[in-house]
């Protein structure tokens, strides 16, 4: 699976959008993007993931460059309650399982 | 039900203890994982289960011993752990449409090992 590359940590006001990229040159063609966040103390939580289009859900939008190569998962009105570690993964599909190596993740930090 | 379910919450054991963690899902996925997060770490993947047989051991020492008894149930069982297994302790379960995989997680055990 490609690796991924995303800032330490960011920070953004309540009720902005927050936009966490994610850098992922190595992608391969078959790979899926994945978004998970983790809020302290409790189980990652699944937020959206893509391939090619970008998608957008009751939680968030993922934008995926032309190239692939980065992403940009935007969260178009944070809340407080958004504060959270935000991992990119990318994963091939194939599969009925198989292991989600998470990176350092961005520490999102929403403040009023 | 999209719930992944823990017990206990918390636990502290000695060195000399057993003990297990239980995880359990009613979503009829038919892959479970074990993950170990220590603090300010990412989630690691210990072992994955697929259909009940055991997929995916990540070099994890014997002390741990997966056992998924089924397709709702995985549990941990722990023996002679050191401290510096204390961690956070994450079951997940998947699900793949059309070759896209989405694991959900349980909130986890947090584990003190004395």
């Known amino acids: 699976d490609a690796k991924t590359t995303q800032p330490t940590s960011m920070d953004c006001a309540e009720g902005r959008a927050a936009n966490l990229p994610c850098n992922h040159s190595?992608?391969?063609?078959?790979?899926?993007v994945y978004w998970y966040r983790q809020i302290h103390s409790q189980g990652p939580q699944y937020i959206i993931h893509?391939?090619?289009n970008n998608e957008t859900n009751e939680m968030a939008s993922l934008i995926i460059t032309e190239d692939r190569k980065s992403s940009t998962l935007i969260l178009p009105h944070a809340t407080l309650r958004d504060t959270a570690v935000y991992y990119c993964?990318?994963?091939?599909?194939?599969?009925?399982?198989?292991?989600?190596?998470f990176g350092q993740g961005t520490i999102l930090t929403v403040h009023p | 039900d999209t719930e992944v379910t823990q017990t206990p919450k918390h636990l502290v054991m000695g060195m000399t203890n057993k003990k297990s963690l239980k995880c359990e899902q009613h979503?009829?996925?038919?892959?479970m994982y074990w993950y170990k997060q220590k603090a300010k770490k990412p989630p690691e993947l210990m072992f994955v289960?697929?259909?009940?047989?055991?997929?995916i051991n990540e070099s994890v020492p014997s002390r741990f011993s997966p056992e998924c008894p089924n397709s709702s149930l995985l549990n941990l069982h722990l023996h002679a752990l050191q401290p510096e297994d204390s961690a956070l302790y994450l079951c997940?379960?998947?699900?793949?449409?059309?070759?896209?995989?989405?694991?959900?997680f349980g909130p986890g055990t947090r584990l003190l090992v004395l």
């Open positions: 997940a379960s998947s699900q793949t449409i059309q070759g896209v995989q989405t694991q959900y």
């Open positions: 289960y697929s259909y009940e047989k055991l997929s």
């Open positions: 993964i990318v994963r091939g599909s194939g599969t009925s399982y198989g292991k989600l190596t």
């Open positions: 893509g391939l090619k």
């Open positions: 979503m009829g996925h038919r892959a």
């Open positions: 190595t992608i391969s063609g078959n790979e899926y």
